[in-house]
């Protein structure tokens, strides 16, 4: 399955068979974690891939992120986690997302926490759908418009849009313009929502990045100190991104 199309039909797994992962191909899954490129080039992360797995638990196997406990380390580990689990996908491996697991200590050696972690395998069921039967919420919802935007944004948004989220939470949100979004997360959310919302604004960072190599589409992403300054109730700034095919403007 080609990686676009794996972008729009992954879906949450959580029924695996009983069979281990050849060990050529649980190397390329090793390999690609550790060459994808980090949103955040200065904060790194660590993964812990387990054994294969025959206890009462539901998944063959489970990978571990580490993270620094900063908004920068946990957007990192969502960013990159996404990135291998959309892979996977295409490649006929399934996955779920996991917020706690008893593989891996909450802390490593390094002192980095337990960001999130995937559990993967082969499925026992279906781990495709149609995009119609995405559960999330519409553009309207998660989008401010303060000018229509050209056509490749609006696939970066629908693409943004039905990222995976702890809870189905989506806590993104997007003022929109032409050629640009500037993307925010909704604070002061409960619980467990509240503290892996940096790790799903990588998830959905994740999305984007997938989509935009695939479809052509050139982006940049920058953070506006003018922005960083500013409050916005119950949202915080994140990052701006601008459509690079256009004129460049980015506010």
């Known amino acids: 399955m080609k990686i676009i199309d794996a972008l729009y039909r992954r879906k949450s797994v959580r029924n695996f068979m009983d069979k281990e992962i050849e060990k050529d191909l649980l190397e390329r899954i090793e390999g690609r974690l550790r060459d994808t490129e980090l949103f955040y080039k200065d904060e790194k992360i660590s993964f812990v891939i387990s054994d294969y797995c025959r206890k009462s638990f539901y998944a063959p196997y489970y990978i571990g992120v580490y993270a620094s406990d900063t908004k920068r380390g946990m957007i990192n580990a969502g960013f990159v986690l996404q990135q291998l689990s959309v892979y ?6 399934a996955s779920c997302y996991q917020a ?5 200590k909450p802390v490593n050696s ?5 960001a999130i972690s995937l559990a993967i395998g082969y499925p026992n069921a279906s781990m495709y759908r149609d995009v ?3 559960n999330r919420f ?3 919802k998660l989008c401010i418009k303060k000018e229509e935007p050209n056509d490749e944004v609006k696939r970066l948004i629908e693409i943004a849009r039905i990222a995976p989220s702890s809870y189905n939470a989506q806590p993104w949100r997007f003022v929109v313009y032409n050629n640009r979004l500037h993307i925010f997360v909704k604070k002061h959310m409960m619980g467990n ?3 892996f919302k940096y790790v799903n604004i990588g998830i959905m960072l994740g999305n984007i990045v997938i989509g935009s190599e695939e479809l052509w589409i050139d982006i940049k992403f920058k953070e506006l100190d003018d922005l960083n300054r500013r409050e916005y109730g119950n949202n915080e700034y994140i990052i701006s ?4 095919n256009t004129d460049g403007r980015i506010v």
């Open 132 to 134: 119609e039967e995405i």
């Open 88 to 93: 996977l996908s295409a490649i006929g491996i």
């Open 110 to 114: 390094e002192g980095k926490v337990l």
């Open 193 to 195: 929502i509240e503290r």
């Open 241 to 244: 991104l601008v459509n690079k």
């Open 100 to 104: 706690k697991s008893v593989f891996f």
């Open 138 to 140: 519409k553009v309207d």
